[in-house]
């Protein structure tokens, strides 16, 4: 696996490959990999003849008070494993590579960078955006793999690149759960044992609710308040639950059929999100 630091040297081994009409998939990520994130990897494998992993822990979307200094750097492992699948470029860029002093461009996708998240994580969504966009214009590669666990970054992203007509598309791969149902994700570390217990219930919350949609029996508006009780009695501090429309993320009412459900809840510190996606009909 060949590990680059600069842009230049990326673009170098990236021109290599375009001459030689290889196709590129790219993954980024902050690190602290886990089976999700080589799920990724391996769905790249599959779709095109190179793979690139970037592994930046990107300053700009992390708000005030997050947890940007403390976020698990785990290099060693992480590039262990990336030998280990066979991944073809390792892209580790430092801050200034990604952000050199005079950078002034933000990319904003509107409206839906406001909702869900970005209501809690003021920022976010622009940092997100802006260093994905960046990402892409360095790797030039064909296809971006995103997970669904971020639902409304995989959205927001999808978006991005259809409004800026970025010539990649975009491929996103299903949540890998623990056994007990719990989304995996970098930040479950920082669950204590007792959290860690609780934790799988936001997904229990989801597939209750998907359940009573599908039952019909209740407006969606009570679906979400009795899910948000549960949550809130087994100990989390409920930031949403909603159930949107899978293409824009807006509020979903009986009648609409392509339905996601949308999660975010604390226990204690660590912040857990979560969604599960249906259709009626
Ligand atoms: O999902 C993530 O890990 C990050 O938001 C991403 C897409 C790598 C951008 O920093």
């Known amino acids: 696996m060949k590990i680059v630091n600069s842009i230049q040297r990326l673009r170098t081994t990236v021109a290599q490959w375009k001459s030689q009409s290889f196709t590129i998939a790219f993954v980024p990520t902050m690190g602290n990999l886990h089976q999700g994130h080589l ?29 940007f200094s403390n976020y698990p750097r785990t290099k060693k492992q992480d590039t262990e494993a990336l030998i280990i699948e066979a991944v073809d470029l390792l892209f580790l860029p430092a801050v200034d590579e990604i952000y050199p002093d005079h950078a002034k461009t933000h990319v904003i996708v509107s409206e839906l960078s406001n909702l869900h998240c970005g ?11 802006t260093v994905v966009c960046k990402l892409i214009s360095m790797t030039q590669a064909h296809y971006l793999f995103l997970g669904e666990k971020d639902f409304q970054q995989l959205t927001i992203i999808q978006l991005m690149i259809r409004d800026l007509n970025l010539p990649i598309q975009l491929e996103s791969v299903a949540t890998v759960r623990e056994k007990d149902g ?15 217990q609780i934790a ?27 899910q948000k009780q549960y949550l809130r009695e087994s100990g989390f501090t409920v930031d949403y639950f909603s159930i949107c429309r899978v293409d824009d993320l807006l509020t979903a009412n009986r009648g609409h059929q392509a339905l996601v459900i949308l999660a975010a809840a604390s226990l204690g510190k ?5 969604n599960i996606y249906l259709t009626l009909g």
């Open 39 to 67: 799920a990724l990897v391996n769905a790249a494998q599959k779709k095109a003849d190179k793979v690139i992993v970037s592994i930046f822990v990107n300053p700009s979307q992390f708000s005030a008070g997050e947890d």
């Open 270 to 274: 660590p912040r857990l999100i979560d």
């Open 182 to 196: 719990l989304a995996m994700s970098s930040r479950n570390g920082y669950l204590t044992f007792k959290e860690r």
């Open 200 to 226: 799988p219930k936001l997904y229990q919350s989801l597939s209750q609710a998907k359940k009573y949609i599908i039952q019909s029996q209740q407006s969606f508006r009570e679906i979400e308040q009795q």
């Open 119 to 129: 209501k809690y994580r003021q920022g976010h969504f622009t940092g997100v955006s």
